[in-house]
């Protein structure tokens, strides 16, 4: 895998206010970081008070950061989000929708009810309630650039509801772009292949903090053998890599790039 030199892109969200979601660990916690080794004034989101020790990174990186815990899956923990970055800042021009992730693995059919639902309110809710409540905040700015993290695993299996939620974020991806392209706004979203992490240090699936039983176990091994298989690099990304896109189609370098969903996912295409 290729390296970068951080010291190159020093600068490169200079002036700019970032809020990142998810922001406590994983993607989320490389994408704040970059961005505020990159000049960057972010504003952390999360539901865990994990957050807070990123925002302290952060300022060791010598960054002006906030963070702000909120339950996303709610209006009202969106706007609080977007509250708190105008309230520090005064302003929001880059939104990174990093909230979702699968909390079940299996085939669709032993999915019951509640289990349904709490995939699209996890994986789809917080994108459609942020986006919402930050445009307001985006348009009083002058323009911003909009980046959802979506899936790979729109066409991958034991996820059918997972795959139905990061289907309806591409969805509000293509069409925010063409409704808020002439009001400065562009919109994209990346959608990650399997892609490498620490443990998670507070668990998806909050029912069930000793993990899966052996057939659920089963059924996630299908997933990850499909993920490799489904890549032409037959390997796992790191957060580093999904962070890299992201933050490329947050910039001014993507100036021209709207509506785009981009695969991270080493060649799978979704």
Known sequence: MASRDDAAWTGRFAGKVALVT???????????LRLAREGGRVVLVDRSPLVEEVRAEAEAAGAQAAAVIADLETFAGAEAAVAGAMSRFGRLDILVNNVGGTIWAMPYGHYAEAQIEAEIRRSLFPTLWCCRAALPAMLESGGGAIVNVSSIATRGLNRVPYAAAKGGVNAITTCLAWEYAAQGI????VAP???????????????????????????????SEQTRASSFLHR??????????????????????????????GGDLG
């Open 236 to 265: 796992y990304g790191t957060a580093e890599e999904q962070a890299a896109a992201i933050l490329f189609l947050a910039s001014d370098e993507a100036s021209y790039v709207t509506g785009v969903i981009l695969p991270v996912a």
């Open 186 to 189: 562009r919109v994209n979203a």
């Open 193 to 223: 292949g399997g892609t490498e992490a620490p443990p998670r240090r507070i668990p998806r699936n909050l029912s069930a903090p000793s993990g899966p039983d052996e057939q659920q176990q089963l059924w996630w091994q299908q997933v």
């Open 22 to 32: 998810g922001a406590a660990q994983g993607i989320g916690r490389s994408v704040a």
